[in-house]
DNA sequence: TTAATGACCTATC
DNA sequence: CGATAGGCCATTA
């Protein structure tokens, strides 16, 4: 590691969010459950707000519990995080959300 | 240590 | 059905 991260929760939720296989989408509160608190959604998306390796964390695959993107994704916006989850396979209903078929669960 | 922040979730009007 | 308010938990200053 390039020992700029703590050990801490967000080590965990980094984890689960590589964890997560490809053509499929987790939303915050099944990561935080999995990381150990099921009530920690809100840490979830700020560690990958900080995202620190983006490049092997990918946080395009994390939406909410609706299916829905989020408004404030860090690669560029709402719509690049939908073609990224469309280049991995998943796909989206007629409201602009994740299937829930998509959802990957533990 | 206290206070403030935040890519959520749930309940209520 | 759409918008608003509050609660939860960890990290940072």
Request: glycine share 12%; proline share 6%; net charge positive.
């Amino acid at each position: 590691m390039v020992g700029n991260q703590k050990n801490g929760f967000f080590a965990a939720i980094y984890e689960c969010v590589k964890a997560v296989p490809k053509g499929k989408v987790a939303s915050y509160g099944t990561i935080a459950a999995m990381a150990g608190n099921p009530r920690a959604a809100r840490i979830v998306g700020w560690a990958l707000h900080v995202n620190p390796e983006p490049d092997a964390i990918p946080c395009y695959r994390i939406v909410t519990k609706g299916g829905r993107v989020s408004s404030a994704f860090a690669f560029g916006g709402e719509n690049v995080q939908r073609a990224m989850l469309l280049a991995d396979g998943v796909e989206f209903d007629e409201n602009g959300n994740v299937k829930q078929e998509y959802f990957f669960r533990p």
